[in-house]
């Protein structure tokens, strides 16, 4: 997607240990246009497939997977990233080693949001080594759902977790892939 690799280009910023800095504007500060526009092209994507809900995980993946869900007609759900005293009955449970955070997440989803009947299409905001998105294939194979497809914003193409899951048949729609990135430059280069 241009929009979104020129908007990358123009305000990221490449961080040594392979971090790609998009907080102006994707995952603190939000640029609602921008995530509009990239909700546009999920479904312009997944148009083919029978969605029944969105999935993703607290706290980045949120803002684009509300504006694709509203778009779609669905409930969006996240997967939360703490038990918490608001959530009761049974529930759905993986855990998620975080490649930003460097630790180890459980990571919950209640059951009576996710059924065998449901049709998942999953967003996020980033791929990189592919854990949170192992996470939630695991959550929505635990509740015997049907994953129609993935969709990530920017997927660093440079590591394995968008190769893993092509190669193990999800269709993964990624609407900005990087193949190199450099800290002492700042340079970009995106996949064509």
Aim: charged residues 25%; proline residues 3%; hydrophobic residues 45%.
């Amino acid at each position: 997607m241009e929009l979104l690799e020129e908007r990358i280009l123009r305000d990221g910023t490449v961080k040594p240990g392979n971090v790609l800095k998009v907080d102006n504007f994707l995952n603190h500060q939000v640029d609602i246009e921008l995530i509009h526009a990239m909700a546009d092209e999920f479904c312009r994507l997944f148009a083919d497939c029978p969605i029944t809900k969105v999935l993703t995980i607290e706290a980045s993946g949120i803002a684009i997977a509300s504006i694709v869900a509203e778009q779609l007609g669905v409930p969006m759900v996240f997967a939360k990233k703490a038990q918490s005293i608001n959530l009761d009955g049974d529930l759905y449970t993986t855990q998620i080693v975080s490649y930003t955070h460097k630790r180890t997440y459980d990571v919950i989803v209640s059951k009576k949001f996710i059924s065998p009947d449901d049709h998942v299409l999953i967003i996020d905001d980033f791929l990189a080594n592919g854990c949170a998105l192992n996470g939630l294939i695991d959550l929505v194979t635990q509740a015997g759902a049907t994953i129609e497809g993935i969709g990530i914003a920017i997927e660093k193409g440079f590591q394995p977790g968008g190769d893993d899951l092509r190669e193990r048949g999800y269709r993964l729609e990624s609407l900005a892939i990087v193949d190199a990135m450099n800290a002492d430059t700042g340079e970009i280069v995106f996949r064509h």
